[in-house]
């Protein structure tokens, strides 16, 4: 049976990158070696990652504008820490704005490093929207945000408009739709929501932010020393970064990033159109604040839920069960879901509608 | 043609570990979903990760000593500078070997922490031998060496005895001899040598050193937060973890360490006995100190390149060119090569001599 996979990450991919990464582990270009033994510093794998480099740039249409991307380890809660040795001054300060448990431990890394101001927060309703009506200190060293939290399905629709260095934490939503990505000053994300397994860590730096802060800089999360090193400092997660191309050049092919968003429009329109409509449901977050890629929702009445439980798993569906912190179901639907499966969940939701 | 791939790493892995690698991206264990593509939260990928790490305590010779293995990211240059932040006392000491360019690594990120000691170097002789008499400060807080040094083709033999705690960088000899791994406090490896590919580190450490420095930890680099989160404080490197277990599995069902260590000295003994043999190469290191992974050797004439070259590519050899450092060649014999393709290079080198 064809399945419905609604993982909130690691997560679905698109199955021809599947069917290529699988096939590169026995033979890699016709190499007759496996992708998993060899050099990083062969040909062949120097080829992949300054494609890799050069794809993201071209995607995110920072081409030429003075940015260069990384591909490096230990996800977003590595760069958690980056983001402050690299760009928090000595005795400075950085503002954060609090939308969810990711927002929370990149704070509590920045806290070892100076003054962290939460310009923000939406804890105070359990993070079910993105507070608007704030003030950025002008004399922070960076403002950060998360634009998308997969927890509690809200995401940010518009970015403030500060003087200091914007960073973001893309992980669950990058590549998945339209922005001035030049807005931005340093992007981070986790790869395994949109870009491909777990294991590598995307970074989008604009360069000229770097190398400010006065502070010593460990090696290993140097951000000046992966640029110089061509995101080669040390060993990088071969096979990840090569199936992070595989699932870039599929995007590319699509059409890039403005034809999934259409798609990811349709599908997001699709489940909150029925979560709305149909009665035995409800959204969780602030209508205007939810998540196009994490759909967060509970049942009205819980005794439904065996049966909802059991008409879901048998129409093929997975991974639909809400994190603790919310409770009820979290549809993830990441850029390789395809739209049939969120008709398939739509349908099961009718479905228990009529037999309710 | 079968190759024979000497790649000093990432590096040849077991041909079964590649084909259920390979199967697993289109079906993990039956499930209708890709290894890639399935939750680190899943019961199938936790199973994965408790049976790794058990499993590597096993092979080691540790269940029931007070260690924990965890399977991290960043690479052992990552562990370079968590040893530190882990182990090194507010104004405290350590104490380092420098026996090659990772000892290096090690060195300069543990300087910004606290004072430094190298207990002694070889590298005066371009790191072509382990230095042997050399006494460690019984004030430090921990003594750090790197057991095989895979650019210059040199392996401790035997470790120093000391009352304070030993870490050791076994990045490249991990799980090719048997070793009373009890007197050793912390060991790190990254995987792409005898593990697993590159992507994940493994680290063991036996609990009771940890939490003695009075230090702030970040959250991501410290032991204590891995280990309390069962090596899953942020999402783990599945894919890498899942082959590497696949790759444990092959090692244990072989006979485990003693079994493989047996190989691995046929190998070493085949390939130096021929260097020592042939009147047209000569090793680079120290016998006493030659690696069982990593043979460095030299043409000792330099018009027998071309020849030799254009041979053992002829023979399907691959990466046996030699660290810019040294020169020459450097034949990489990691758990999975076969005896064969040692044989194989070892008869290139014959007939090179007929053919001169």
């Known amino acids: 049976m064809k399945k419905h996979n609604y993982s909130a990450g690691p997560c679905i991919l698109p199955q021809e990158v599947f069917e290529e990464a699988s096939k590169s582990i026995l033979n890699f270009n016709e190499s007759g070696l496996s992708i ?10 120097v080829a992949v990652m300054e494609e890799a480099r050069a794809l993201v740039l071209e995607l995110l249409n920072l081409e030429g504008k003075g940015y260069q991307a990384l591909f490096l380890q230990g996800g977003a809660s590595l760069e958690f820490l980056m983001v402050p040795y690299n760009l928090m001054k000595t005795n400075g300060k950085a503002a954060y704005l609090d939308t969810g448990t990711w927002a929370s431990g990149a704070i509590k890394e920045a806290k070892a490093f100076g ?23 002008t004399d922070a060293d960076y403002f950060h945000c998360t634009s998308n939290n997969t927890i509690f399905g809200t995401q940010m629709k518009s970015f403030p408009n500060t003087t200091i260095p914007v960073v973001c934490d893309m992980s669950s939503d990058i590549f998945s739709r339209s922005l001035d990505f030049s807005k931005f000053d340093l992007i981070y994300a986790g790869a395994q929501k949109n870009m491909g397994p777990a294991g590598t860590t995307l970074v989008v730096v604009k360069e000229e932010i770097l190398g400010k802060t006065g502070r010593a800089i ?28 595989l699932t870039l050049k599929w995007l590319k092919k699509l059409g890039g990033i403005s034809a999934i968003e259409k798609i990811n429009e349709a599908k997001a329109n699709l489940l909150y159109t029925e979560i709305d409509r149909n009665p035995l449901f409800k959204g969780t977050v602030l209508k205007e604040d939810r998540s196009a890629m994490n759909a967060t929702f509970l049942l009205e009445n819980q005794d439904h839920q065996e049966l909802f439980d059991s008409m879901w798993k048998k129409a093929g ?5 809400g994190h603790r912190s919310v409770g009820g179901y979290r549809a993830s639907m990441y850029n ?21």
Request: proline share 6%; aromatic share 10%.
């Open 218 to 245: 460990p090696n290993i999360l140097n951000y000046e020393q992966h640029i110089a090193k061509e995101s080669m400092y040390n060993t990088p997660a071969v096979f990840a970064v090569y199936t992070s191309l």
């Open 115 to 137: 003054e962290t101001v939460i310009v923000a927060s939406s804890k105070d309703a359990n993070y079910n929207y993105i507070p608007k009506d704030y003030s950025i200190p």
């Open 336 to 356: 390789a879901l395809p739209l049939d499966s969120v008709q398939v969940l739509v349908d099961v939701m009718k479905e228990l509608e009529k037999n309710s």
């Open 317 to 321: 569906i997975s991974g639909i069960n």
């Open 36 to 45: 998993l033994e060899i050099s990083h510093r062969s040909k062949d794998f």
